[in-house]
């Protein structure tokens, strides 16, 4: 493996990591939109708003990590990419704002008269930035992204049936994720109510996204016939594990099963980029440039490859750190009251 | 265009390029300029507030000091929701690396990216530190808690360092070769230790450590004039404030470095801070006044100062904005040279205001209780931000026209998309909206912990609500 296609692959763990993490959190937004009026619906979105208080932050860092390696790693790409997709890059920039600013002051908006409008808007927010990223995700899959500088159509680049299918796609699979997340997040909060909600929320958008990715392998077929091929070839172990995972997640969650529930949802999700990067392999922009073509020059490559061993190192344990507090509810609870000058230790 | 091939579309059409290209520049600076004043101020907290809630911790657990720990539990609040929005705009700006300047990270991203690499770790730790020390208040043992809070502070530091060190090889470009066309080596530690990262690096530290210790103590002085002079008022104004005014002599001290550093290694944006036409010695030091090719008009003169900064001889010769062509030199050339003298007036006073406060320390170990002195600390917080945006109008409209020094122009950087205009237009209202709802929120969480009311409903990172199910079952 050339020092190239290790950069790669620290992209596509990246890549993947926002997918997963970003995504179940714009996913609960989908939840939290569609929740609706009335008391379910408040419940709802209040196990929402628990669950992704403590791990929102970190779970957004991996965008700008993805961000970062594929400007460094793949100036060109990135270059090419960010501005040929000015407009749904900018809509998914859009999205990732108002969500933001969702999370950081909907406590107070809570309490706020405008509360539903706002709680609208953020829940809106939700949707656009997985949606936009999947349109990009399928004009660089289909080659309708040139090296330069705005050198590809601006509009029908990722305004197509195809870039639209993947957006919708990446909708569905977000809110698949976070359903299946809340399940377990409703069990920990022992809101029986909810694990039922979401179980059934969880099982309704997995067949969506079961649906979508079908129809998704036909466009592809018609308009990406580089990645079908790949697809249907050296990646199609990892499809198969997605669609035994996906099944899998299925059954489980129909016999209300307690473990490996969401652990089989990540591996479906893992295993779908992973094959969407092994079936453009050696591509970065099918099939105008390559991951050695457009890579940096090997100091630099070593450098971003130095970082990446300090981040598993560093990084890793931390994440694990803050997952464990947060699953065993040491740092999910409320403050209470400040009255109370010392902390003091419950647990 | 230099360097790289272009698309054929704008090859096949320059002349109709030319004129939208400028105006859609114009919007990218625009933007640029906008987003990253908005976010060098929740920066500058994020890496400072950290520091300021740890000390009034410690001293809490120290010496099982109540106020003190009242403090921190407030302000870490101010600090998870400043670091939340922070995020936000930090994300906008790496967006619009490649949204605003395409060609400027198509062809150096490669060679400053690691930094930002580098960042990326810092930005990953202090993200999952701040969560645990905001979350863990009430669960997590004293000291644990607070060690738990100490990473943040480093990794702020670090972040810091990445980030401006990205700058500094803006402005002092170095580590790549070849200098016109598509770089094809590149050696990363002569681009992270390039020669302006001694004295931008720790600049924009210590301005972050003054921006947040005048911003916090100007608000307890607020306080303190409507009557609240009660010890967790006093103590509220004392943590930051002794933070701040030890921070701004240093702060001057490297400003003064710099400011010799930069007329050694960027002689044209010197010349521009200081409105120096000519090249030549003995050349008067101005304060205020309107740049014009003429000269400069009004303003107070000091003859011989300027050479004697630069030199310390009045036969210092200064460079001119003559030694390059009207094309090379930077706009605005009157508004550079206000922010650069508004920069040195504000710090020097707050040098001032620290030396009262230290002498009134020292003479009776007590905050000055004078009207005047709470009046000019009020203030002091505004001051500061207006002296650190100063400072980036300085750095950043002083290096134009280029956005790599003497390597490439910010016009050839820019994006051939187009719609920046739009971009901007919603950019501007969007943070409109986001500057007013985070100043409404931190004004709301300050009325509700003074009416005592210490529940967390609203808190600032995110929601700190207890599982739904208690919620529902008793609601309060």
């Known amino acids: 493996m050339s020092s190239a296609d290790a950069v790669a692959a620290v992209l596509w763990v990246g890549a993947t990591a926002y997918a997963v993490f970003g995504g179940a959190d714009f996913g609960a937004g989908f939840w939290s939109l569609v929740a609706g009026r009335g008391e379910r619906g408040r419940r709802a979105r209040e196990l929402v708003d628990w669950a992704i208080g403590p791990v929102w932050e970190a779970n957004h860092v991996w965008l700008i990590f993805t961000l970062v390696v594929l400007w460094t790693g793949f100036s060109t790409a990135f270059e090419a990419v960010f501005s040929t997709l000015f407009i749904p890059l900018s809509l998914a920039a859009l999205g990732i704002i108002v969500r933001g600013a969702g999370f950081a002051f909907h406590g107070t908006a809570r309490r706020a008269a405008a509360r539903e409008g706002a709680e609208r808007i953020f829940g809106l927010s939700s949707l656009l930035t997985p949606f936009f990223m999947g349109t990009v995700v399928g004009a660089i899959a289909s080659g309708r992204v040139p090296v330069g500088n705005a050198a590809g159509d ?194 | 265009m230099k360097g790289r091939a272009r698309p054929s579309r704008s090859i096949g059409a320059p002349v109709l390029n030319s004129l939208p290209l400028a105006a859609e520049l114009e919007a990218a600076r625009s933007q640029m300029a906008f987003t990253l004043a908005f976010h060098i101020i929740l920066a500058s907290l994020g890496v400072a507030l950290p520091a300021m809630v740890l000390i009034a911790n410690y001293r809490g657990l120290r010496r099982d000091d109540a106020d003190a720990l009242l403090l921190a539990r407030r302000w870490s609040k101010v600090m998870a929701v400043t670091f939340a929005v922070g995020a936000v705009t930090g994300t906008v700006l790496s967006f619009e690396f490649g949204l605003l300047w395409p060609e400027f990270t198509g062809r150096f991203g490669k060679v400053f990216g690691v930094l930002f690499a580098i960042e990326g770790i810092f930005f990953f730790l202090e993200a999952i530190f701040v969560a645990i020390y905001i979350f863990g208040w009430e669960r997590l043992r004293p000291w644990a808690h607070f060690w738990a809070g100490v990473p943040i502070v480093f990794t702020g530091l670090g972040g810091a360092f990445s980030v401006v060190a990205v700058n500094s090889w803006m402005n002092q470009p170095q580590g790549f070769s070849p200098t016109s066309g598509d770089v094809t080596s590149v050696a990363p530690w002569k681009v992270i230790f390039n020669p302006a990262v001694p004295y931008e690096v720790p600049h924009m530290i210590l301005a972050a450590y003054l921006v947040t210790g005048f911003l916090v103590a100007s608000i307890y002085a607020v306080g303190m004039l409507r009557g609240r002079r009660d010890r967790y008022h006093r103590l509220g104004l004392l943590i930051p404030l002794t933070v701040a005014t030890i921070a701004t002599p240093i702060q001057f001290m490297v400003g003064d470095t710099a400011a010799r550093a930069i007329a050694a290694d960027q002689p044209v944006k010197f010349a521009a801070m200081e409105c120096v036409q000519q090249t030549s010695t003995d050349v008067t030091e101005y304060l205020g006044g309107r740049c014009t090719t003429d000269g400069i008009k009004g303003g107070i003169g000091i003859p011989g100062l300027d050479s004697f900064l630069v030199g310390f001889s009045t036969s210092t010769q200064v460079t001119g904005l003559d030694s390059v062509p009207a094309d090379d030199r930077p706009p605005d050339n009157t508004m550079l040279h206000w922010a650069f003298d508004a920069m040195v007036g504000i710090c020097s006073a707050l040098i001032l205001l620290g030396l009262w406060f230290w002498f009134a320390w020292w003479r009776r170990r007590e905050i000055p209780q004078t009207r005047w002195f709470l009046r000019a600390t009020a203030i002091s917080g505004v001051a500061a931000v207006v002296a650190l945006e100063c400072g980036w109008i300085v750095t950043e409209v002083g290096r134009q026209p280029w956005i790599v020094y003497n390597v490439m122009r910010t016009e050839d950087a820019v994006t051939q998309a187009s719609g920046v205009w739009v971009t901007f237009g919603l950019v501007l209202a969007l943070y409109a909206v986001l500057g007013t709802a985070l100043v409404l929120v931190l004004r709301a969480m300050s009325h509700r912990w003074r009416a005592a009311d210490d529940s967390d409903a609203g808190a600032p990172y995110g929601p700190a609500a207890p599982p739904p199910p208690v919620l529902a079952e008793g609601g309060q």
Not at chain 1, 232 to 247: M, N, Q, R
Not at chain 1, 260 to 287: N, S
């Open chain 1, 154 to 347: 601006p509009v029908t680049s990722w305004f197509n049936p195809l870039s639209l299918l993947i957006g919708a796609l990446f909708v569905a699979t977000s809110a698949y994720l976070a359903a299946v997340f809340l399940v377990s997040d409703a069990r920990r909060a022992d809101a029986h109510d909810l694990e039922r909600y979401f179980t059934r929320r969880a099982i309704a958008s997995a067949i969506v996204t079961g649906v979508l990715a079908v129809a998704g392998i036909f466009a592809l077929h018609a308009d990406a016939r580089f990645v079908y091929d790949g697809l249907t070839s050296d990646a199609l172990p990892l499809v198969i594990v997605s669609l035994v995972c996906g099944g899998a997640v299925l059954v489980l969650l129909e016999h209300g099963a307690r473990r490996g529930v969401r652990l089989l949802a990540m591996a479906a999700v893992v295993a779908v980029v992973w094959a969407w990067g092994v079936a453009q392999h050696p591509y970065l922009l099918p099939t105008d440039l390559t991951i050695s073509a457009g890579a940096a020059p090997s100091a630099t490559l070593t450098a971003l490859l130095i970082v990446a061993a300090a981040a598993v190192v560093l990084v890793a344990p931390s994440i694990a750190l803050l997952f464990v507090l947060a699953q065993r509810s040491l740092i999910a609870e409320s403050a209470g009251p400040e009255a109370r000058p010392k902390p003091r230790q419950i647990a």
